[in-house]
């Protein structure tokens, strides 16, 4: 070797020289890359989130038509229960109205789902709900089925729910519409609600969608001790009432005025003796 050879050293410009992720194979973090790309980085994620929210619109674009009513209908007259607001925002109310109906399903009204059958407003739902008290893995006793939507409600705050519906076609109808939307905690039964559900009782919660003279007795019966029943008393217009089971016998709350739909069926029968 020439002992006057050059000795070539090898120089790295900025552009060329290895970073540290390429040196140890680490992904490198976003505060670690150029401006530039992280600009990019932060661009591209905005587009993301954009594509996917515009996305979950076109899926179900009644989205902010039931934020809306939560909104103005319900927490404004006073449901803090964030389970039950919770539940309103996500049970589709469309869906359990026929289709021409659907675009008046978030309105600040009843909507049919029947020929002579209305679905309450929307509040009337909630405050019956909030009222129950329910933490998430009761077993609750639903009477009046109707379409299926406050048994779906009832179903996001609640562990198990069991309606009974005295039309046949409405209960097979709603028991479709419930299992179609995958609310899978929901039993529907054909029946008359007046002697309530006593093969899956006692219960913690019963919720009457229904108006009656006086709270059915049976009913009051299913309750676990401790348990709370909801019911609209009455006949134009009705008290909602609280009906709590004690020691010492029911323990009534008036709660405010309704105009829920009459139960047929046996209470009738009873009633004109």
Known sequence: M???????????????????????????????????RRIAAAILAVATLCCGLAASAQTDPFTSLRRDMVDDQVKKRGVKQPSVLSALEMVPRHLFVP???????????????????????????????????????????????????????????????YTIEIDKSLAARARRTLRKLGFDNVEVKSGDGYRGWPEKAPFDAILVTVS??????????????????????????????????TTEGPVTEPVSLVNLGPMTGEVNRREQR
């Open 212 to 245: 009656t003279r006086e709270p059915p007795p049976m009913l009051y019966d299913q309750l676990k001790m401790g348990g709370r029943m909801v019911v609209a008393v009455g006949s134009l217009v009705q008290e909602m009432q609280l009906i709590t089971k």
């Open 99 to 161: 289709e021409p109906n659907q675009p008046r399903a978030y309105q600040d009204a009843p909507v049919a789902f029947a020929p002579g059958q209305n679905l309450s407003h929307p509040f009337v739902s909630a405050r019956m709900i909030e009222v129950l008290e329910l933490k998430g893995k009761e077993r609750v006793l639903e009477i009046g089925t109707g379409s299926g939507y406050d048994a779906a409600l009832l179903s996001r705050v609640a562990g198990q729910v």
């Open 2 to 36: 020439n002992a006057h050879a050059a000795v070539q050293v090898r120089t790295e410009s900025p552009s060329n020289r290895p970073t540290v992720h390429e040196r140890t194979g680490m992904s490198p973090r976003v505060d670690d890359l150029p401006r530039s």
